[in-house]
């Protein structure tokens, strides 16, 4: 699906694909953290656990700085090339995993 809506949005087939996978992203982070709070949590502590969690003010921030960019008039070679090095969020992935460790 991440990978149909990534297409789409390049090929400009779908003009809502670019929010379908901004919410996959938070959706998959939400995931990571309502497991890892595991069973017995209530509904609003979890929210808010959810809403506060370092990973998801990660996720929201990135989506925001990039959401900013691509809303300039003109994006130039630079600029695109700084969204792709934020995107690499050094080797991390928005689910706080990396291969170098």
């Given at each position: 699906?991440?990978?149909?809506?990534?297409?789409?949005?390049l090929?400009?087939?779908?003009?809502?694909?670019?929010?379908?996978?901004?919410?996959?992203?938070?959706?998959?982070?939400?995931?990571?953290?309502?497991?890892?709070?595991?069973?017995?949590?209530?509904q609003?502590?979890?929210?808010?656990?959810?809403?506060?969690?370092?990973?998801?003010?990660?996720?929201r921030?990135?989506?925001?700085?990039v959401?900013?960019?691509?809303?300039?008039?003109?994006?130039e070679?630079?600029?695109w090339r700084?969204?792709?090095?934020?995107?690499?969020?050094?080797?991390?992935?928005?689910?706080?995993?990396s291969?170098?460790?």
């Amino acid at each position: 699906m991440a990978l149909t809506a990534c297409i789409d949005v390049l090929v400009s087939e779908e003009p809502e694909a670019a929010l379908k996978i901004s919410r996959l992203s938070a959706d998959g982070v939400r995931a990571l953290i309502d497991l890892q709070a595991g069973e017995g949590v209530e509904q609003g502590a979890l929210e808010a656990l959810i809403r506060e969690h370092p990973l998801m003010e990660d996720e929201r921030d990135f989506q925001d700085t990039v959401l900013e960019s691509v809303e300039a008039p003109r994006l130039e070679r630079d600029d695109w090339r700084a969204l792709k090095q934020l995107g690499r969020n050094e080797d991390v992935s928005n689910l706080g995993l990396s291969l170098q460790e």
